[in-house]
């Protein structure tokens, strides 16, 4: 249900959105669609999103920032988030401007004025 939100809400701000519901998915997409950012579940089945994180941060580096999304709020978590290499780490539920803003503020078509704007909202 939420990957469908979550979809739906950067398509209506036009961006080109694919999700995927498993972690094997999205690492067999990436190098075919070479997406500008990833949004990652934490809790997803099979490997947890974490590990996904990792793995990503381990093949593209920087080139692809990802923003992790959990239910867990807590500061172990949000530690071994950022340690994963997330850039933002979102606790669900959040309101669609928080994501839209992570979006635009990453790969959005800002000017400098604007990102300076979204990056104080953030």
């Known amino acids: 249900q939420f990957l469908r939100s979550l979809v ?3 398509r209506r701000r036009d961006y080109s959105v694919i999700g995927y519901d498993s972690p094997e998915k999205v690492l067999e997409a990436i190098p075919i669609h070479n997406p ?4 990652i579940d934490v809790l997803m089945p099979g490997m947890n999103g974490l590990d996904l994180a990792t793995e990503l941060r381990e ?3 920087d080139r692809i920032p990802f923003v992790l ?5 807590g500061d172990t978590e949000i ?3 950022y340690k994963s290499g997330a850039r933002y780490y979102i606790t ?3 309101e669609p401007d928080r994501v839209l803003n992570i979006a635009d503020y990453l790969v959005g078509n800002l000017g400098p004025g604007e990102r300076e704007l979204l990056e ?3």
């Open 69 to 73: 999304l959990t239910a867990k709020g």
């Open 79 to 81: 530690s071994e988030g």
């Open 36 to 39: 500008a950012m990833v949004f």
């Open 8 to 10: 739906r809400i950067l």
């Open 92 to 94: 669900k539920p959040c």
């Open 120 to 122: 104080s909202k953030l």
């Open 59 to 61: 093949a593209y580096g």
